[in-house]
T-cell receptor
Framework: DTEVTQTPKHLVMGMTNKKSLKCEQHMGHRAMYWYKQKAKKPPELMFVYSYEKLSINESVPSRFSPECPNSSLLNLHLHALQPEDSALYLC??????????FGPGTRLTVL | GDSVTQMEGPVTLSEEAFLTINCTYTATGYPSLFWYVQYPGEGLQLLLKATKADDKGSNKGFEATYRKETTSFHLEKGSVQVSDSAVYFCALSVGSNQGGKLIFGQGTELSVKP
């Protein structure tokens, strides 16, 4: 089973809202990732968690706040977003140095 | 730094045509190479991979061979179907104990007409 699940599938939020994206995997992977993807572009890495510790932060604005409650779950907390943050947010997981498997994504629209 | 260059799209083919999508890379170490596919409205799916020179990855009729001498990983399929219409991303992985970092090409949009 190589399934990564993400909720919600779609999210519309105002610039003053606080919301969270959720990601889950049950493959025993110890690395989890958040990516942002704009239309017709490749995914851009945002954060990497390795063994539940934040190991890479690609200079992402503080209005995006990741959290890894345990080895199976990854959250992305959103606050005071801008319209340009509208995108597809993808979660992925892997063994620490191995193939990354992606979830279906959350389509975020910021009004 | 490490990078991936793939042919620009969109590529439009008729059903049963032969497909080649070129991908070349620059890397200082010994990367693993991947092709991911993204169907409309979906996330990325791993299509195939190769982890060392001369390895051939294959899946669903698609193939790609890791060529270290030409730093290439071209994707091929002998006979495309309408259902193959998607965006294809070539990527390399620079692994470390911090987690593997994927470097993507720009993506190639494929449209297959009946």
């Amino acid at each position: 089973d190589t399934e990564v699940t993400q909720t919600p599938k779609h999210l519309v939020m105002g610039m003053t809202n606080k919301k969270s994206l959720k990601c889950e995997q049950h493959m025993g992977h110890r690395a989890m990732y958040w990516y942002k993807q704009k239309a017709k572009k490749p995914p851009e890495l945002m954060f990497v968690y390795s063994y539940e510790k934040l190991s890479i932060n690609e200079s992402v604005p503080s209005r995006f706040s990741p959290e890894c409650p345990n080895s199976s779950l990854l959250n992305l907390h959103l606050h005071a977003l801008q319209p340009e943050d509208s995108a597809l947010y993808l979660c992925a997981s892997s063994q620490v140095v191995d193939t990354q498997y992606f979830g279906p994504g959350t389509r975020l629209t910021v009004l | 730094g490490d990078s991936v260059t793939q042919m620009e799209g969109p590529v439009t083919l008729s059903e049963e045509a032969f497909l080649t999508i070129n991908c070349t890379y620059t890397a200082t170490g010994y990367p693993s190479l991947f092709w991911y596919v993204q169907y409309p409205g979906e996330g990325l799916q791993l299509l195939l991979k190769a982890t060392k020179a001369d390895d051939k990855g294959s899946n669903k009729g698609f193939e790609a061979t890791y060529r270290k001498e030409t730093t290439s990983f071209h994707l091929e399929k002998g006979s495309v179907q309408v259902s193959d219409s998607a965006v294809y991303f070539c990527a390399l992985s620079v692994g470390s104990n911090q987690g593997g970092k994927l470097i993507f090409g720009q993506g190639t949009e494929l449209s297959v007409k009946p």
